[in-house]
């Protein structure tokens, strides 16, 4: 099983520049989030998605934009890089009902 | 609303040492308690759950065990080994299947 694949796993953008992160299951989960993680903060929700067609914003959404058109694929769209989004990101599943979450290996961005 | 408290760090250990990491948590409703480990360039793992109240959740020698009374779901290894060194994560999951995050313990053991 693949579970929850994540590319690409290092990117370094200009300031300014548009990119897209891309994150696909295979577990057929209808809950899929964002998250990103800093030093000493843990791991901030930036969106999420409850199914195929339905997104909602999380903690930090700003700057990030997402869509939900199958199950499998939920891509995060950074629309203008700045250097405050320099970070790891990952993506990650659950089939619901309490049940745990299922991570990527994650992606780490660096913005210049 | 809902939020995770974990031990900041971070902790040394020897190897063999008895490891505790404490977490709390703060829940309107019945949540599940995870333990994810991350170990370094990796996304993360879970480590064990416990879905209600007394539950006990084990994997690789780490235990916890879920206190409704106490709102705690404390992790505890009896003797850990360089193999444990990680960052360690306390969450939960409401009924809403939202997740929330403690900030992470970092663990190192040296030999």
């Known amino acids: 099983n693949a579970g929850v694949t994540q590319t690409p796993k290092f990117q370094v953008l200009k300031t300014g520049q548009s990119m897209t992160l891309q994150c696909a299951q295979d577990m057929n989960h209808e809950y899929m989030s964002w998250y990103r993680q800093d030093p000493g903060m843990g791991l901030r929700l930036i969106h999420y998605s409850v199914g195929a067609g339905i997104t909602d914003q999380g903690e930090v959404p700003n700057g990030y934009n997402v869509s939900r058109s199958t199950t499998e694929d939920f891509p995060l769209r950074l629309l203008s890089a700045a250097p405050s989004q320099t970070s790891v990101y990952f993506c990650?599943?659950?089939?619901?009902?309490?049940?745990?979450?299922?991570f990527g290996q994650g992606t780490r961005l660096t913005v210049v | 609303g809902d939020s995770v408290t974990q031990m900041e760090g971070p902790v040394t250990l020897s190897e063999e040492a008895f490891l505790t990491i404490n977490c709390t948590y703060t829940a309107t409703g019945y949540p599940s308690l995870f333990w994810y480990v991350q170990y370094p360039g990796e996304g993360l793992q879970l480590l064990l759950k416990a879905t209600k109240a007394d539950d006990k959740g084990s994997n690789k020698g780490f235990e916890a065990t879920y206190r409704k009374e106490t709102t705690s779901f404390h992790l505890e290894k009896g003797s850990v080994q360089v193999s444990d060194s990680a960052v360690y994560f306390c969450?939960?999951?409401?009924?809403?299947?939202?997740?929330?995050f403690g900030t992470g313990t970092s663990l190192t053991v040296i030999p």
């Open positions: 969450a939960l999951s409401d009924p809403g299947n939202q997740f929330y």
């Open positions: 990650a599943s659950t089939r619901g009902g309490r049940t745990e979450a299922f």
